[in-house]
T-cell receptor, first 114, second 113 residues
Framework: AQSVSQHNHHVILSEAASLELGCNYSYGGTVNLFWYVQYPGQHLQLLLKYFSGDPLVKGIKGFEAEFIKSKFSFNLRKPSVQWSDTAEYFCAVSAPDSNYQLIWGAGTKLIIKP | GAGVSQSPSNKVTEKGKDVELRCDPISGHTALYWYRQSLGQGLEFLIYFQGNSAPDKSGLPSDRFSAERTGGSVSTLTIQRTQQEDSAVYLC???????????FGAGTRLSVL
């Protein structure tokens, strides 16, 4: 069965600090990879995705993620965070043999201190 | 166009009552998913609909849970004889293709007293 592991449940950073959130998954076949974000009081929205091609993908608001197949990882990065990045971040994977249902990590709550 | 719409946004019910949660997907999206977000379990898949195919019910936690999708559009998730452990946010997502991006509604927050 597929599973997704996010290494940090809570992260607190100051503005302008660099961010890296870890995500590892367990599945041997082809997967689609996602990072979703949930801002306070808002619904889940897509930050970025990887389906195929260039393993370095860029998303909205300056976020990027790198798919490293050999490490089963899809870590999220941002060089300089802003107070408005305070949110909960979820890594998710989907695969064809499970109807592309999203399998979710536990989420990382990110707090940016102004 | 409009995004995924869910209603009600909040539902408070008494233990043992039945509830119905509604999802109106993005127009033209053939794939529809229900997920549940709870404190103890995180985000978990419940059920999947694709066009006129039989739904994938593998994530439903018990036979008290059921869902239907009428006319390939609106979906209703029904929970019978609600229990306190059913308290959660129920999320609906739709996608233009099965393998595509899933777009989420705001969810229904269910509280079972």
């Amino acid at each position: 069965a597929q599973s997704v592991s996010q290494h940090n449940h809570h992260v607190i950073l100051s503005e302008a600090a660099s961010l890296e959130l870890g995500c590892n998954y367990s599945y041997g076949g082809t997967v689609n990879l996602f990072w979703y974000v949930q801002y306070p009081g808002q619904h889940l929205q897509l930050l970025l995705k990887y389906f195929s091609g260039d393993p370095l993908v860029k998303g909205i608001k300056g976020f990027e993620a790198e798919f490293i197949k050999s490490k089963f990882s899809f870590n999220l990065r941002k060089p300089s965070v802003q107070w408005s990045d305070t949110a909960e971040y979820f890594c998710a994977v989907s695969a064809p043999d499970s109807n592309y249902q999203l399998i979710w990590g536990a989420g990382t709550k990110l707090i940016i201190k102004p | 166009g409009a995004g995924v719409s869910q209603s009600p946004s909040n539902k408070v019910t008494e233990k043992g009552k039945d509830v119905e949660l509604r999802c109106d997907p993005i127009s033209g999206h053939t794939a529809l998913y229900w997920y549940r977000q709870s404190l103890g379990q995180g985000l978990e898949f419940l059920i999947y609909f694709q066009g006129n195919s039989a739904p994938d019910k593998s994530g439903l936690p018990s036979d008290r849970f059921s869902a239907e999708r009428t006319g390939g559009s609106v979906s209703t998730l029904t929970i019978q004889r609600t229990q306190q452990e059913d308290s959660a946010v129920y999320l609906c997502a739709s996608s233009s293709t099965t393998s595509g991006i899933q777009y989420f509604g705001a969810g229904t927050r269910l509280s079972v007293l």
